[in-house]
């Protein structure tokens, strides 16, 4: 189940190394800005739209099943990328791949949640989130060795013979599951889930594009989008037949588990978003260097997620996350010190520190969650923490790196006040913009360079700081109502056969 997330996963992080390839006209596809935006948007909107109701699928038509399906989709949608003639192919196929990788990733959890004892299912679950964190932090590094040696296709191309083992082991290897109650169906409720997750998750693109969140088309559709998923609960809690029993989140356990996933990923994808910056502009590191850099966050994902569970039982779940919210929100704060010349293995220690972190949160939450619901659910649970964490990842890019932006633009303004004002608007817009500007003006834009990476570095202060104050936030919500190591898990019954959950 790794192995087969590893290539989903990866794929989300392994593309932002090869932007700048495929924007070539020559080498790439001489893609631009927005094209770039979609080929990575594209993805994310439908994974995150879909991921709801392929749990649901998986649930009612088989678990194994819907995985190889979601390889199979995953892999000839990679193929198709890579061999993309042009930006319009390539955003197509990677909407493909998020459709593929909607139907993987929920599986993937949902048959560890149904093949694992109670007793066994916290280890297992820290693995799998282990896997999860270093296919995250990993991506940029291995996206950067195929660059220096292949085609910017490579990227796209190397999730081939993944999928090609993966496919083979699923075969060989994994047993079936799926919910025994064939009468639940709800085609409503699956589809009031996707309309109304892919309003929100299409506004959060669009404010994260356009930088700034006050704009009519990035509150329209996350409004919209809110108002649907209002009547998808309000759906949910009168048919008889729920594709999701949302009185779920009635149990503090649950969905205090759920809101302590959204806030970490939040946190963790708005400061990768400027962190990519600072190293790769700021810091002057090639992309290789930069994926390099991250490993220390990836080695303690793999050593701390598998021992997470023993610590949870060792001091509750209350307090290891509690404690290690706290810890995140040191780390971002101390990522708000961060200057140019810092010694970098100050950061490396920043990344070590928050990877441990995570990992004992992200295992925890997730075990917390699936062990909440009845087995025949465990489709829709992992689907719900998948969702969660694809949209508050989403939503921590476009809202802190909103913020970078307005704090970058005003710093910057009056730098830029010698240029006409057409280039003094695309100037402003961010720290590459300015340096492109700079560097076609040749000498006389050799003044604009320090500036624009002082302003940027106040803006990714700003940012880190307030990515703390949400990590804190997340440590009172878990304190508060997370069940510490003497309380027993509410059952969650099924909503027809009123079994309570294994726990």
């Known amino acids: 189940m790794v192995f087969s997330l590893l290539a989903v996963v990866l794929d989300n992080t392994i593309l932002n190394v090869a932007l700048k390839v495929i924007s070539d006209p020559v080498e790439g596809l001489g893609a631009t800005q927005s094209q770039l935006e979609w080929a990575i948007n594209s993805y994310t909107l439908v994974f995150a739209g879909l991921l709801f109701t392929f749990g649901v699928l998986g649930d009612r038509f088989g678990r194994k099943r819907m995985l190889q399906i979601g390889m199979i989709l995953f892999g000839l949608a990679s193929l198709a990328s890579a061999y993309a003639q042009d930006p319009a192919q390539l955003i197509a196929a990677r909407a493909a791949m998020g459709l593929g990788g909607a139907a993987v990733m929920p599986a993937t959890l949902a048959i560890i949640a149904n093949v694992f004892s109670p007793k066994e299912r916290g280890k297992a679950i820290g693995l799998w989130a282990g896997g999860v964190g270093l296919a995250i932090a990993i991506g940029p590094i291995t996206g950067g060795v195929l660059l220096e040696h292949f085609w910017w296709g490579s990227v796209f191309l190397i999730n081939v013979p993944v999928v090609a083992i993966a496919s083979v082991l699923i075969a060989l290897i994994v047993p079936d599951s799926r919910n025994p109650d064939k009468a639940q169906l709800d085609p409503i409720g699956v589809l009031l889930s996707i309309v109304g997750l892919v ?136 990522y708000a010190f961060l200057q140019a010349d810092t010694p970098i293995w100050m950061f490396e220690v920043l990344g070590f520190v928050q990877g441990a972190a995570m990992a004992n949160i992200g295992a925890p939450a997730t075990e917390a969650v699936m062990s909440s619901l009845p087995r025949e659910k465990a489709g829709v649970g992992s689907a719900m923490t998948n969702t969660v964490r694809q949209v508050a990842g989403a939503l921590g890019v476009a809202i802190l790196g909103s913020v970078l932006s307005a704090v970058y633009r005003d710093n910057i303004a009056a730098s830029l006040t010698a240029l006409p004002e057409n280039a003094r608007h695309v100037a402003g817009e961010s720290i590459t913009a300015t340096l492109g500007v700079a560097q076609s003006l040749g000498p006389r834009g050799a003044s604009l360079v320090e500036p624009a990476k002082e302003a940027f570095m106040n803006g990714m202060h700003i940012a880190a700081i307030a990515a703390a104050v949400v990590a804190l936030l997340g440590a009172a919500v878990v304190a508060k109502w997370l069940p510490g190591k003497e309380a027993v898990a509410a059952p969650a019954a099924s909503p027809d056969t009123k079994e309570p959950a294994v726990v």
């Not at 704009?215 to 999701?244: M, N, Q, S, Y």
């Not at 588990?257 to 994808?269: E, K, L, N, P, Q």
């Open 199 to 334: 309003g929100v998750v299409y506004g959060i693109i669009k404010g994260g594009e356009l930088g700034r969140i006050t704009d009519v088309e990035v509150w329209l559709p996350f409004l919209a989008g809110v108002a649907v998923l209002a009547v998808f609960v309000w759906h949910e809690r009168r048919t008889a037949h729920p594709a999701f029993d949302v009185r779920a989140f009635a149990i503090p356990r649950f969905s205090t588990a759920v809101a302590s996933v959204g806030i970490v990923f939040f946190s963790m994808m708005g400061v990768m978003f400027f962190l990519a910056f600072y190293l790769q502009i700021v810091r002057g590191y090639g992309p290789l260097q930069a994926g390099a850099l991250v490993l220390p966050f990836a080695v303690a994902q793999l050593i701390f997620s598998p021992l997470s569970a023993t610590m949870v039982r060792r001091y509750g779940g209350k307090r290891v996350a509690t404690l290690s919210m706290l810890l995140i929100a040191v780390v971002l704060v101390g």
